[in-house]
Nanobody, 125 residues
Framework: VQLQASGGGLVQAGGSLRLSCAAS?????????TGWFRQGPGKEREFVAA????????WYADSVKGRFTISRDNAKSTQYLQMNNLKPEDTAVYYC??????????????????WGQGTLVTVSS
């Protein structure tokens, strides 16, 4: 299984970026909850957002609620993270991940099985 994240870059505060994460090698992408995490400089990795298998439900960390939107396209085995009104504190390496089949904790950032390589987002002030 491979998860290929893309879309990171340098942006000014207040700007927007859209991250993508394409999955390959999963027999059925649509049965896995998916999510995004990030690790800022000198910080531990933290949960950012998760989305249900159908895409009908989403959950967010308080720090990004109202600014970030997670979505997915099961036909393309791809998930997205639209990030608006970016702040310098959003600077981090962003990782996409898929939860193990049948996970009941993915919406809280738990039970993730496969991880992407990370894409760097830098927000300048």
């Amino acid at each position: 299984v491979q998860l290929q994240a893309s879309g990171g870059g340098l942006v000014q505060a207040g700007g927007s970026l859209r991250l993508s994460c394409a999955a390959s090698g999963l027999s059925r992408f649509s049965v896995h909850g998916t999510g995004w995490f990030r690790q800022g400089p000198g910080k531990e990795r933290e949960f950012v957002a998760a989305i249900s298998t159908s895409g009908s439900s989403a959950w967010y960390a308080d720090s990004v609620k109202g600014r970030f939107t997670i979505s997915r396209d099961n036909a393309k085995s791809t998930q997205y993270l639209q990030m608006n009104n970016l702040k310098p504190e959003d600077t981090a390496v962003y990782y996409c991940a898929t939860a193990r089949y049948g996970s009941r904790g993915y919406w809280r950032g738990l039970e993730y099985e496969y991880w992407g390589q990370g894409t760097l987002v830098t927000v300048s002030s």
